[in-house]
């Protein structure tokens, strides 16, 4: 398997091989020798690269994480919600709902949340611990 191309081209070299396309300077099995890369993934390249005019062009994609998605109403009634059910344990036998809960987010905000991540929310906010075996 050949390198990764950000690790086997400059991001320079890239874009001028991908503005000689855009002008039709170079052809396409030109572009995709001199890149060493096939056809679909030129094609994805100079659409990113076309997009890309306001931002700055990258070769990858950006990772984004969950939790900082979720909008601030959102987590603060999730909070909430944690909150109550952590303090009336006794009578939830310390469980959570999340389906419970997200459909709830989803009734109040229109904010479609998986209960996974509202799992892992209450994880990583310390409403949940695991327990190891």
């Known amino acids: 398997m050949a390198e990764q191309l950000h690790k086997r081209v400059f991001k320079e070299t890239v874009e001028e091989v991908l503005k000689a396309f855009d002008i039709h300077e170079m052809s396409e099995k030109q572009a995709c020798m001199v890149l060493g890369i096939k056809r679909s993934r ?3 390249l100079r659409k990113h690269w076309l997009q890309s005019k306001d931002e700055p062009f990258t070769l990858y994609k950006p990772k984004y ?3 900082n998605s979720i909008d601030e109403d959102v987590g603060e009634f999730l909070h909430s919600e944690l909150k109550f059910v ?3 344990a ?10 419970s809960l997200s459909e709830e987010v989803d ?3 229109g904010y479609d949340l998986s209960r996974n991540t509202i799992r892992r ?3 990583k906010q310390g409403y949940v611990l695991l327990h190891m075996k």
């Open 42 to 44: 030129l094609y994805d």
């Open 65 to 67: 994480r969950c939790w």
């Open 86 to 88: 952590r303090e009336q």
């Open 90 to 99: 006794n009578h939830s036998r310390g469980k959570f709902n999340f389906a």
């Open 107 to 109: 009734k109040r905000f």
């Open 121 to 123: 929310f209450a994880i």
